[in-house]
């Protein structure tokens, strides 16, 4: 690998073991991981968000920890957080390694998004966030279809955080279908930056995510979901996008069974692991590596070849 490279990502579906071989390319090559994990942004939100512990990081981490949960943030913030992170890791000397499985922040690090002001936090959001919480979601995806039937018709009612999204645009005076319509160009914001997709067979990635989630549960998480509702942050954990806490909200406050719960992370998990690998499919520039029957030694060795035969994006 040449010193000219200055940007990776290392991209996937959950589970799939995107930071362990970010964190092997890291090493191997004199870098430093920068998150893009959607979650990770949060403090206390550890165990169900599947942070590296401090402890076991062989690297420096950057883009985790930011915020109080409940705190609004957006791939707009994650956009300035990421480059003066690449930033910071570039005046040492070192490479930025992305890592991470929300296809919209990486983007927004890695390719040339302009956000207008009002991508980042606003009281309107926040409001559309507290409703959408409450369990208005079928409401506001019927405002949106009165409002914007074109953008209506391109979001799945159930997908309350893009509705929201949406409502937030047209606030603005803005349209997300006219938005989506231009979404699909894709220019790197950084010279020569090079992309390396994680894939698995399917029923060996499903495997892994029911076993994580198993692991999770051992690991304590109900009573991280637990210290989360005693702080005072019950919306940051009932939200769409907290796979892993929503699930378990009832059962600390209903007692419902925990096992059904369960069920329904590993269930969550794996239809997010499927939008995952959609959402990166879709990118031409990225390499692929299928990681089935690999052994950390193969994954790192076959990663960086990968990477060093991979023509820039950029």
């Not at 300035?80 to 927004?108: E, F």
């Not at 019927?142 to 953008?151: M, R």
């Not at 979901?225 to 406050?253: F, M, S």
Request: overall charge neutral; charged content about 25%.
């Amino acid at each position: 690998m040449t010193t000219a490279v200055p940007v990776i990502a290392i991209v996937g579906p959950t589970a799939v073991g995107k930071s362990t071989l970010a964190e092997d390319v890291a090493v191997a090559l004199g870098g430093e991981i920068v998150s893009a994990d959607s979650m990770q942004v949060y403090r206390g939100m550890d165990i169900g968000t599947a942070k590296t512990p401090p402890g076991e990081r062989r690297v420096p981490y950057h883009c985790i920890d930011l915020v109080n949960p409940g705190t609004p943030y957006s791939a707009a913030l994650f956009q300035r957080d990421a480059r003066d992170a690449i930033v910071t890791i570039r005046s040492r000397g070192r490479v930025p390694v992305i890592a991470g499985g929300t296809g919209l922040y990486v983007r927004a690090a890695l390719d040339d998004m302009r956000f207008p002001a009002g991508d980042l936090a606003t009281p309107t959001r926040a409001a559309l966030d507290a409703r959408a919480a409450s369990g208005e979601g079928a409401a506001l995806h019927a405002e949106l279809e009165a409002l914007d039937p074109q953008a209506a018709a391109l979001i799945h009612p159930n997908n309350t955080r893009r509705v929201v999204r949406a409502l937030e645009m047209l606030a603005e005076g803005r349209s997300y279908a006219t938005q989506a319509a231009g979404f699909s160009a894709r220019s790197a914001f950084y010279p020569q930056t090079r992309m390396l997709g994680l894939t698995m067979d399917r029923p060996a990635l499903y495997a892994l995510i029911d076993r994580r989630v198993e692991e999770m549960m051992a690991a304590g998480l109900l009573a991280e979901v637990e210290a989360l509702l005693d702080a005072g942050y019950r919306d940051a954990v009932t939200a769409t996008q907290a796979i892993g806490y929503k699930e378990l909200v009832p059962v600390i406050e209903q007692g419902a069974d925990a096992d059904a719960a369960i069920e329904a992370i590993k269930r969550a998990s794996r239809r997010y692991a499927k939008r995952q690998l959609t959402w990166f499919r879709a990118d031409p520039r990225i390499r692929w590596l299928d990681v089935t029957g690999l052994s950390a030694t193969e994954r790192t060795s076959s990663a960086l070849r990968l990477l060093e035969s991979t023509e820039h994006t950029g």
